[in-house]
Nanobody, 120 residues
Framework: QVKLVESGGGLVQSGGSLRLSCAASGNIFVIDNMAWYREAPGKERELVAEVSNTGTIHYRDSVKGRFAISRDNARDTVNLQMNNMKPEDTAVYYC??????????????WGQGTQVTVLS
């Protein structure tokens, strides 16, 4: 019922930058929260950054000051600007939304994931 399309992953040198984008479409009435998660090989998926529909933002400590999340409510998109990247940022990055339709609340959607690789 919801589709999340991610773009912007790739290969970058340590200290470089990448920008991830995610567009949501489908049966969506309100997106309460938009987030980026990542999953490195052999590790659990972890929250990188999230932004609520009121603009409250949260980052994991390891990306504070380097990453910036933003959302466009009119377009149902969320972006993640990643600067001063480090090899430990290497992972598959997933877009995530917590949303509701006109009749159902508490729904969650995931993107297909996009690979980000940071070379040392």
């Amino acid at each position: 019922q919801v589709k999340l399309v991610e773009s912007g992953g790739g290969l970058v040198q340590s200290g470089g930058s990448l920008r991830l984008s995610c567009a949501a479409s489908g049966n969506i009435f309100v997106i309460d929260n938009m987030a980026w998660y990542r999953e490195a090989p052999g590790k659990e998926r972890e929250l990188v950054a999230e932004v609520s529909n009121t603009g409250t933002i949260h980052y994991r400590d390891s990306v504070k000051g380097r990453f910036a999340i933003s959302r466009d409510n009119a377009r149902d998109t969320v972006n993640l600007q990643m600067n001063n990247m480090k090899p430990e940022d290497t992972a598959v990055y997933y877009c995530n939304i917590y949303y509701r339709t006109t009749s159902i609340i508490g729904l969650m959607g995931w993107g297909q994931g996009t690979q980000v690789t940071v070379l040392s």
